[in-house]
């Protein structure tokens, strides 16, 4: 048996994997930087892929399956998560494929009919949400999780309309790098703009809750349910971990007049959170000129340098940063 590794891989090898995950009714993802294949005079007979610290698109031929190389993937994969300082590694997978994976030292995140995802530290995303800050006595307690790409004054508006209604209000902020403004910078906007908010506390998502860049699609048959699938398994992560953890009882969300799929995110919220004892109250987007006032918006009129009508949208700081980035 043979290892190849590809840093990406060629072309024509790309194709050759694709062909094979096809065949075990997966997808191939050609952007991935990092993938290990095992080979039988040639043949391609086991696959497993490393984006960032995801390992995907495992896979192995059902004639070589129990000779243990899903371990030998695994530990190829492990060794250049290593070697790139990556220690703390995810999987998303089938849930029939739990116990395979937990033979290998990953467990269980979070699970749903369709998704498991699954982490190579123990009860990590408990030691992650124990250490998150949160007062002695919190009182009625809520929470907002946003991307703020940047932070405009419709973010502002929703988090003051949460925190009025609440003793204490949790602000995520998303953490992945795979938006216009970097997560640091967005985090910074974000705290910048609600100090004054005493009752309001801005956290970073790590690498838990979930967004539509970082969830992986390659085992999904039906693409249509994609978005459902995400929102239900970042819900479980939230109702199951965050929420018991800083005793969330409400969350504050939005309305979402432009993209259906993030009004169709909050439908299902609101459908599924209650069930777990968590209120989630819908808040009216504050608008400018007979428009919301969101985020897009705000990076279109930043392509323009369109100074004045962007300081109209966003708070001083915000507007502060804009102009000291890009002016």
């Given at each position: 048996?043979?290892?190849?590794?590809?840093?990406?891989?060629?072309?024509?090898?790309?194709?050759?994997?694709?062909?094979?995950?096809?065949?075990?009714?997966?997808?191939?993802?050609?952007?991935?930087?990092?993938?290990?294949?095992?080979?039988?005079?040639?043949?391609?007979?086991?696959t497993g892929s490393l984006d960032g610290n995801i390992c995907k698109c495992i896979a192995i031929d059902p004639s070589y399956q129990g000779e243990g190389l899903t371990a030998t993937i695994i530990t190829q994969l492990r060794q250049e998560a290593f070697r790139r300082g990556l220690r703390h590694l995810f999987l998303y997978t089938k849930p029939k494929n739990r116990f395979m994976f937990e033979g290998l030292s990953f467990y269980r995140v979070a699970e749903t009919a369709d998704t498991l995802l699954m982490e190579n530290v123990k009860g990590g995303v408990q030691q992650f949400v124990k250490g998150l800050e949160q007062p002695e006595?919190?009182?009625?307690?809520?929470?907002?999780?946003?991307?703020?790409?940047?932070?405009?004054?419709?973010?502002?508006?929703?988090?003051?309309?949460?925190?009025?209604?609440?003793?204490?209000?949790?602000?995520?902020?998303?953490?992945?790098?795979?938006?216009?403004?970097?997560?640091?910078?967005?985090?910074?906007?974000?705290?910048?703009?609600?100090?004054?908010?005493?009752?309001?506390?801005?956290?970073?998502?790590?690498?838990?809750?979930?967004?539509?860049?970082?969830?992986?699609?390659?085992?999904?048959?039906?693409?249509?349910?994609?978005?459902?699938?995400?929102?239900?398994?970042?819900?479980?992560?939230?109702?199951?971990?965050?929420?018991?953890?800083?005793?969330?009882?409400?969350?504050?969300?939005?309305?979402?007049?432009?993209?259906?799929?993030?009004?169709?995110?909050?439908?299902?919220?609101?459908?599924?959170?209650?069930?777990?004892?968590?209120?989630?109250?819908?808040?009216?987007?504050?608008?400018?000129?007979?428009?919301?006032?969101?985020?897009?918006?705000?990076?279109?009129?930043?392509?323009?340098?369109?100074?004045?009508?962007?300081?109209?949208?966003?708070?001083?700081?915000?507007?502060?940063?804009?102009?000291?980035?890009?002016?």
């Open positions: 048996m043979d290892i190849e590794i590809g840093s990406p891989l060629r072309p024509w090898r790309q194709k050759a994997v694709a062909e094979f995950l096809s065949r075990e009714a997966l997808d191939y993802d050609p952007a991935i930087p990092f993938t290990v294949n095992l080979l039988d005079d040639d043949k391609i007979v086991g006595n919190p009182g009625t307690v809520g929470a907002i999780v946003a991307n703020c790409n940047p932070f405009t004054l419709g973010h502002r508006y929703l988090v003051e309309q949460a925190a009025a209604q609440v003793d204490t209000l949790h602000l995520f902020v998303l953490s992945e790098d795979k938006s216009f403004f970097p997560a640091a910078d967005r985090m910074m906007l974000v705290q910048q703009g609600v100090a004054d908010l005493k009752n309001v506390i801005v956290h970073p998502t790590g690498d838990y809750l979930i967004s539509a860049a970082t969830f992986p699609t390659y085992f999904i048959k039906d693409k249509d349910r994609i978005p459902e699938i995400r929102c239900q398994l970042d819900l479980e992560i939230f109702a199951n971990h965050f929420a018991p953890a800083l005793n969330i009882t409400r969350r504050f969300v939005g309305t979402e007049p432009l993209s259906p799929v993030t009004d169709a995110y909050n439908r299902q919220m609101m459908d599924f959170l209650p069930k777990k004892g968590i209120d989630v109250t819908l808040v009216q987007r504050k608008e400018l000129d007979g428009g919301p006032i969101s985020a897009s918006r705000v990076r279109a009129l930043l392509e323009e340098r369109r100074w004045e009508e962007l300081s109209r949208l966003v708070p001083e700081t915000t507007l502060t940063y804009l102009k000291e980035r890009f002016a």
